[in-house]
């Protein structure tokens, strides 16, 4: 009985959800560009699984609190739209310390939340926006062997945690290096063996607590460079261990056009799938606010991000759902909730 009626909601589940997406096609609220053979990106999408399984989460505390129930409904808002991978870029935010760490109350409810849900987690560090200057500093030396330390302290508090919260293993998909690289920085021979130390030295400390895969992310402005990248992407993955590699593509933020990153990424890609190390692009579902006096970014259309996920592989991810979309207004968000929505339809259940 039980069994019954769970596939009778599912049913109506998705009968619901076509209709809606239908509904908001026959109002006009969803326009895409077409294909060769005119038909929209939409139809498309409509007979596809969506290739975006997974997107980015920033806990900014003024947003995210510990309520179980603000975290139930954040993963089932992502579930719907066909992601069941979060990466929380970070579980502290700002310079070191070096004070003894606790892991946040409001990761307890992100995880048993996607716990509850069979949503997987990308489980960041501590993000420092001084990460840049530090590296490149005078007393580099001094800052990398800080950070290490304290990453040492982080990883251990969430250790702790996981195991007197009873997270089963299942529910995270790895750990996350929160600490994003400029391409050009891998161009410098001096920063870049700074990089590789330091990111090797997190990599193994991670890999001593678990099995679990470690990820490391970036972006460039580099796009006539694409061969000088590609072989410095592949010699960090080689000198430092990590075998999964988050790229932004650069288009929202202004710092690659579309053909570069298309280019740019499906040669990354192809590098990977020959060294056998896994790379997802990034696809940058807004664009910056160039009315603002400060970096202020806004939800992009659904065309453009239709079209900046063509231009991508069917392994992707999207910066960010969270704050593009759940937490967005606007006619915009409108369209891309929908989009994803609708997209997700096609995807098994």
């Not at 606790?102 to 926006?129: C, F, N, Q, S």
């Not at 130390?197 to 990599?203: A, E, N, P, Q, V």
Request: aromatic share 10%.
């Amino acid at each position: 009985m039980g069994q019954q009626k769970n596939a009778f909601f599912l049913d109506y589940k998705q009968a619901f959800k076509v209709a809606f997406a239908a509904a908001m096609i026959f109002a006009g609220a969803i326009s895409l560009p077409k294909t060769e053979d005119g038909k929209t990106g939409l139809a498309v999408a409509a007979n596809t699984c969506s290739p975006v399984k997974t997107s980015f989460i920033q806990p900014w505390l003024d947003t995210y609190s510990s309520d179980p129930i603000f975290w139930n409904n954040e993963m089932r808002a992502h579930n719907n739209m066909g992601v069941k991978r979060l990466v929380l870029q970070w579980v502290h935010w700002g310079h070191s310390k070096n004070e003894r760490y606790h892991a946040p109350k409001w990761l307890v409810a992100a995880l048993k939340a996607a716990e509850r849900t069979g949503t997987k987690i990308w489980l960041g560090l501590r993000y420092d926006p001084h990460f840049i200057r530090g590296i490149n500093g005078p007393d580099a030396k001094n800052y990398i062997n800080q950070r290490l330390v304290d990453n040492f302290q982080i990883t251990a508090s969430i250790q702790r945690l996981l195991y007197e919260q009873e997270i089963s293993p299942t529910t995270i998909a790895g750990w996350y290096i929160p600490d994003e690289i400029d391409a050009a920085m891998l161009l410098s021979k001096q920063t870049r063996l700074r990089l590789e130390s330091y990111f090797r030295i997190t990599r193994q400390m991670l890999n001593s607590n678990g099995d679990y895969p470690v990820a490391a992310s970036g972006y460039t402005n580099l796009g006539e460079r694409p061969k000088e990248v590609v072989h410095a992407i592949s010699q960090f993955v080689a000198n430092t261990g990590i075998r999964t590699v988050f790229g932004q593509d650069g288009v929202g933020a202004g710092l690659l056009q579309p053909k570069q990153s298309e280019n740019l990424y499906r040669k990354i890609e192809r590098r990977a799938r020959i060294e056998r190390w896994t790379f997802v692009p990034v696809v940058e579902i807004f664009n910056v606010d160039n009315a603002s006096t400060e970096f202020r970014t806004l939800p992009a259309s659904a065309e453009e991000v239709y079209q900046r996920l063509e231009n991508q592989s069917d392994n992707v991810a999207v910066f960010s759902m969270a704050q593009h979309i759940i937490h967005a207004q606007g006619t915009n968000r409108d369209q891309l909730k929908a989009l994803f929505e609708n997209w997700s339809l096609n995807c098994p259940l």
